[in-house]
């Protein structure tokens, strides 16, 4: 398993389109790789968590957010960036928040540019002995998590695949869980901004103990975040967008069946306050609008030892107003 970065560094970098960095001396869980397109587009992701933290596009803009006070230590999540909620998505199981793998050291399984007409610069990370939301499995090795993230001139893609492999380890079993990638985007001013995608949908709100709420249905009221939201929206549209008229552009959304759900969370002044790795007017900076598979709480995913496996894709796309 390729975990040592001097031995990432040998076997996958594509130098100057793949590359690895490793942490500075005295610093803990920063090992990274970035991503260079020929455009000038960018991606960082840690080896940490499989936790991308940065996205820069072609013409310069930088839609992901990451929170000046994040902390890179063992064993602890990195505030901002695109977490990885698996296998299990909030307290939504018997697993710590958001599940195990956000706080692992993830491996190396692939890197490559792909011979396409958009040049895309892909690298696949690993973790293998998650588990699903009934008991943790570390020891066991039953389940395969792989997270692709790839690169062009105009998108970033994250996808998250699962294979169980009980099969070959002697235990059948059925795994059952939920996820989300939890991105963070960076928005001129929360004031500012408008969500597009969400009318006439029903919603978990998790300021109200979950209860079920239908979105306003009238599209010409706009969606706007004006104090703290925390919902769990179900069977949301492919696509969805964040419409910034400050920034002259809306951050386009686009997923796949795989995640039918998405998460909408902004902590607002009281809980920013609260949170120690985010400065405390932050809430101004970003929203996020999070990927998922949650299948309103009750219907977690399932995937039986003999399926060909799970998989479910985002893909982000800055356009102008």
Same mark, same amino acid.
């Given at each position: ?5 001097h031995?990432v560094?040998?076997?996958?970098a594509?130098?100057p389109?793949?590359t ?13 790789c970035?991503?260079?397109?020929s ?6 992701v /840690?080896l940490h968590g =499989?936790?991308l933290?940065?996205? $820069?596009t072609?013409? @310069?803009?930088? &839609?992901?957010? /990451?929170?000046?006070? =994040?902390?890179f230590?063992e064993? $602890?999540?990195i505030? @901002?960036?695109? &977490?990885?909620?698996?296998?299990q998505?909030?307290n ?8 195990a ?13 792909l ?8 690298v696949?990370?690993?973790f ?6 009934n008991?943790i ?5 039953l389940c395969?998590t ?8 105009d ?9 169980n ?5 002697g ?6 869980f939920?996820?989300?990638l939890h ?11 408008q969500l597009?995608?969400?009318h006439?949908?029903e919603?978990?709100?998790?300021l109200?103990?979950r ?5 306003e ?10 104090k703290?939201t925390?919902?769990i ?9 964040i419409v910034?008229?400050?920034a002259?552009h809306?951050?386009?959304?686009t ?16 809980k920013c306050k609260?949170i120690?790795d ?5 809430y101004?900076?970003f929203?996020c609008?999070?990927a998922?598979?949650i299948?309103?709480l ?10 060909e ?8 796309r800055?356009?102008p107003?």
């Amino acid at each position: 398993r390729y975990r040592d970065i001097h031995c990432v560094m040998e076997k996958f970098a594509l130098p100057p389109r793949i590359t690895f960095e490793q942490s500075p001396v005295g610093s803990n869980n920063t090992d990274k790789c970035v991503l260079k397109h020929s455009s000038g587009a960018e991606a960082h992701v /840690l080896l940490h968590g =499989a936790h991308l933290t940065y996205w $820069k596009t072609s013409e @310069g803009k930088t &839609p992901i957010f /990451l929170s000046p006070s =994040a902390i890179f230590s063992e064993n $602890k999540a990195i505030r @901002g960036g695109i &977490p990885v909620c698996f296998p299990q998505f909030s307290n939504l199981g018997k697993m710590p928040q958001h599940g195990a793998v956000r706080a692992k050291t993830w491996t190396v399984a692939q890197s490559c540019v792909l011979p396409d007409k958009d040049e895309t610069v892909r690298v696949v990370l690993r973790f293998v002995g998650a588990c699903d939301t009934n008991e943790i499995w570390d020891q066991h090795d039953l389940c395969q998590t792989d997270y692709t993230i790839q690169l062009t001139k105009d998108t970033l893609s994250t996808s998250l695949s699962v294979t169980n492999l009980s099969s070959g380890k002697g235990a059948p079993t059925t795994l059952s869980f939920t996820a989300a990638l939890h991105t963070y985007f960076n928005v001129s001013d929360i004031s500012n901004i408008q969500l597009e995608g969400f009318h006439g949908l029903e919603y978990l709100d998790n300021l109200q103990a979950r209860q079920s709420v239908t979105h306003e249905t009238d599209t010409n009221v706009p969606f706007i975040v004006d104090k703290e939201t925390d919902r769990i929206y179900l069977k949301v549209p492919d696509r969805v967008a964040i419409v910034d008229n400050a920034a002259n552009h809306k951050i386009v959304i686009t997923k796949d069946g795989g995640f039918p759900d998405a998460v909408v969370w902004n902590p607002w002044i009281d809980k920013c306050k609260a949170i120690a790795d985010l400065p405390d007017d932050a809430y101004h900076n970003f929203v996020c609008i999070e990927a998922a598979a949650i299948n309103g709480l009750e219907n977690p995913v399932t995937l039986a030892p003999e399926a060909e496996g799970w998989k479910a894709s985002q893909t982000f796309r800055v356009e102008p107003m």
